[in-house]
């Protein structure tokens, strides 16, 4: 798709929206999010009076500056100009000191979502834009992270936050310049977050990079992605059994499939059975295609994930090692080795480790006795046992179950259905491939 204007784009958005449909629209008070919300305004009242479409707005105070809370009621006063209600919520409680920006965007996400289902608003919309998206294509080109044969995708239009609620994109075609230009040309004022200029961040110095050789571009492939992501559901309805959510069976002929299909499924099965959100390096993931296009007996283990091939299919499972302990609190939950939701339903302190029985998790027969063995080994048992009963287990789908991008939609659905899940919701509008 071409380069939008600000307008055409919110026009574009709000048309495409199944009504009644409420629209929360993160504005932190910078040029994008300003733009965003002020042409989402204007767009509905150019809409028919007839609309069943509303918009609210947020901003998040991350209190990281001494600045941040003004900053936030300047946001709140151009809400009330245009008539549009805001909320206001603040990252509370002390700050890592290492990963502070990852931190903060989940932080951020999260009192999104809450407000979101706290006001009945359908979906996020955030304003990434075309420049967004060439520094993130930019910085994962340099940083090699797309696996072997995927496509190079950047910030998705859409993407599923929490299981809860989607988060759409709908500047990701319009330039930074042309938002400016806008609210210039409507005397509207924003706020320089003087953190866009620390070079410090990776994506500031990219930002500058990509400014001293305007002739770069990058393609966003997203489109292709979500068609090897297709290809990919159907080989897990063909060749993958899960068993138990602790063991993965993929029969040889699936072996023989396209390299590039092999690649994203495998990569997404060794993250989900490795309990980590993203799969294998793009030389870790090398070597594993490699072994198994070899064909010979014998095992690898990448990424908390092993890989063991025998002559009739490729047996998946977690590592064993590595897998800490979780105490759980009567009446309490948490995330367990990143792979099972935990809940105690009962009224003592739990603890959950590594090492299930046979009867925790019953395989089918006719398993190799070492695949069997080190999948229990994996699995997660509670103490004291007789109160085993009184634990609840979900299985987590650590690449998707937090963040799942629109391309990634059609392969994360089939691999719920193996899990036993139910299908990933669909959000009310704007998303073409949903």
């Not at 929206?17 to 150019?46: M, N, Q, Y």
């Not at 023989?256 to 299909?261: F, G, Y």
């Not at 870790?284 to 890989?307: C, N």
């Not at 019953?362 to 009184?390: F, N, T």
């Amino acid at each position: 798709m071409a380069v939008e204007t600000p307008e055409i784009a919110a026009d574009r958005f709000l048309a495409s929206f199944r009504e009644p449909a409420h629209i929360l629209v993160a504005v932190s008070g910078g040029s994008d999010s300003t733009g965003l919300l002020v042409t989402l305004a204007e767009g509905l009242k150019r809409a028919s009076p007839s609309s069943a479409i509303s918009l609210s707005a947020a901003t998040i105070d991350h209190d990281l500056r001494p600045e941040s809370g003004g900053e936030a009621h300047e946001v709140e006063m151009l809400c009330a100009r245009l008539g549009v209600r805001h909320v206001i919520r603040r990252w509370a409680g002390e700050k890592p000191k290492a990963g502070l920006m990852a931190a903060a965007r989940e932080a951020r996400y999260d009192l999104l979502a809450d407000i979101a289902f706290d006001i009945g608003a359908d979906v996020i919309v955030t304003a990434h834009t075309f420049d967004d998206q060439q520094e993130t294509l930019a910085m994962r080109a340099e940083r090699r992270v797309m696996g072997e044969g995927m496509p190079a995708t950047g910030v998705a239009d859409a993407v599923l936050f929490d299981r809860r609620i989607w988060v759409l994109r709908p500047f990701l075609h319009c330039r930074r310049g042309d938002i400016r230009a806008y609210l210039r040309h409507r005397a509207t004022s924003w706020i320089d977050d003087p953190s866009n200029e620390d070079p410090h961040y990776e994506r500031v110095r990219t930002r500058r990079r990509l400014a001293d050789d305007p002739a770069t571009a990058f393609k966003d492939e997203g489109d292709h992605r979500a068609l090897l992501a297709a290809k990919a559901a159907e080989w897990l309805d063909a060749h993958v059994a899960v068993h138990a959510n602790v063991l993965c069976v993929i029969g040889r002929e699936g072996l023989a499939a396209d390299r590039a299909v092999l690649a994203y499924a495998l990569s997404q099965l060794a993250a989900v059975f490795g309990g980590k959100a993203y799969g294998p390096g793009q030389a870790q993931l090398a070597r594993v295609l490699d072994f198994l296009a070899e064909g010979r007996p014998d095992r690898r283990t990448v990424a908390g994930a092993v890989f063991d091939l025998r002559r009739e299919g490729l047996y998946l499972m977690r590592e064993s090692r590595g897998i800490a302990p979780l105490l759980l609190p009567p009446g309490s939950g948490a995330v367990w080795d990143g792979r099972f939701e935990v809940v105690n339903n009962g009224n003592v302190a739990i603890l959950i480790e590594a090492g299930a029985s046979a009867a925790d998790f019953p395989l089918p027969g006719g398993m190799p006795k070492g695949a069997v063995a080190r999948a229990r080994a994996a699995a997660p048992r509670s103490s004291p046992a007789e109160c085993g009963g009184q634990v609840s287990y979900t299985p987590r789908l650590a690449p998707f179950d937090r963040f799942l991008t629109a391309f990634d939609l059609a392969f994360a659905d089939r691999l719920a259905a193996l899990f036993a899940r139910a299908p990933y919701r669909r959000p009310a509008g704007g998303l073409a491939r949903a």
